[in-house]
């Protein structure tokens, strides 16, 4: 059976450049820990310094902006606890549809309050102002685009706004890196959050890029690794693969742009099969890989087990619960209930996805619709 995958937003597959990369490193007999002095650890300090800079080019930074540490879930659990230390008597304000590892504060520090969306999943900018009016706010913190709706949020309001009343600003791009242009500079980003997986390169990497906003924000300690921002001995393969899978995606942003065609053929034919779907934050600016739909009676968990039976791979959301398939946290901060919520699929594309793979989706989804309804 020829297995399909359509889960990018998950965990993209690893570019082959990437592996090239990463393969370069991990060479049986040497070792390569970039805080040596000697000439294998020099080769590892490159390795990464070059790395660094494909990095910085993704989304509009320079190198020494760039702190390596192991994906966005630490970059945000960095900024959040950071600023509940620095600040305990000030208010941090979330997104009502943030990933886990910026929702968690909700029960984990003092003082987070959430922004609503609207019901396209759009951040109310009216609702953010009322709230920094009204609190003495450290920190705005909000996605660049969701991972389930794939609604990217008007980042450049959301960080005037946050300026103007005296805060910074935290975007978790782990989504939005690679897929949309990113320029930290002129978002007026404070920090921002990625992970290499979602674009090709291997899990467990990612970064923290910090602004020009003079702070810097640690979580782990020890050595003097990263600007002693991240300590312990850097993952120079890891590192080495995220700037290759960073340098290739950068040089083409033209072939993702192509998967919005993909996804406006997918969600036609999903109408056409099925006259009661929903498409989720259609009327919103999307990622263009990116499509979360629901239909009245469609139980998501079965039908990702019936979809996987036929040899496709998709998502009922955030995959970030170990493996747990939950009503959407995202679709019920949109006022869906929770029957819509507890239906809703996804489907996310990539660098390999074909038309035959969106052929094969929607030939295994015409079976399971016709076999509920």
């Known amino acids: 059976m020829e297995r399909i995958y359509l889960d990018y937003n998950a965990s993209a597959p690893l570019l082959p450049e990437a592996w090239e990369a990463m393969a370069q490193i991990l060479q049986p007999e040497t070792a390569y820990n970039a805080s040596s002095t000697h000439h294998f650890g020099r080769i590892g300090q490159k390795a990464i310094n070059d790395a660094r800079l494909k990095v910085a080019n993704l989304v509009g930074a320079t190198p020494n902006q760039v702190i390596f540490n192991s994906g966005a879930t630490e970059g945000n659990n960095t900024i959040l606890n950071h ?25 984990h520090l003092n003082n987070v309050k959430t922004i609503p969306v609207d019901k396209h999943g759009v951040i109310r900018v009216d609702a953010l102002e009322e709230l920094l009016q009204n609190n003495k706010v450290s920190l705005v913190s909000c996605m660049f685009a969701n991972n389930e709706t794939g609604a990217i949020q008007n980042v450049s309001d959301i960080s005037e706004l946050a ?28 920090f921002l959050t990625i992970s290499s997986h979602k674009i090709g390169g291997p899990q467990g990497v990612g970064a923290l890029i910090i602004g020009i906003c003079g702070q810097s924000p640690a979580l782990i300690f020890g050595g003097g690794q990263e600007k002693y921002l991240r300590a312990g001995t850097q993952n120079v393969a890891g590192i080495t693969a995220f700037g290759a899978a960073s340098e290739y995606t950068l040089k083409n942003t033209s072939k993702y742009k192509k998967l919005e065609q993909l996804r406006d053929k997918l969600e036609h034919k999903l109408k056409e099969i099925s006259h009661d779907i929903i498409i989720h934050s259609e009327e919103a600016q999307r990622l263009p890989n990116t499509s979360l739909f629901s239909a009245k009676g469609i139980n998501a968990q079965s039908a990702l087990m019936a979809l996987d039976l036929e040899g496709i791979a998709a998502s009922g959301g955030s995959a970030c619960s170990s493996g747990s398939i939950n009503p959407s946290d995202t679709l019920k901060a949109m006022g869906l209930n929770e029957e819509i919520a507890s239906s809703a699929l996804r489907v996310s594309m990539g660098w390999a996805t074909k038309d035959s793979d969106l052929d094969a989706f929607l030939c295994a989804w015409e079976k399971l619709y016709s076999r509920i309804k």
Do not use: V, W
């Open 83 to 107: 600023f509940s230390k620095s600040y305990p008597d000030d208010t941090i304000l979330i997104s009502a549809i943030e990933h886990p590892s910026i929702s968690y504060a909700l029960n």
């Open 163 to 190: 300026h103007k009343h005296g805060s910074l600003f935290h975007c978790d791009a782990a989504q939005a890196a690679g897929r949309i242009p990113i320029d930290i500079k002129d978002k007026s980003i404070d």
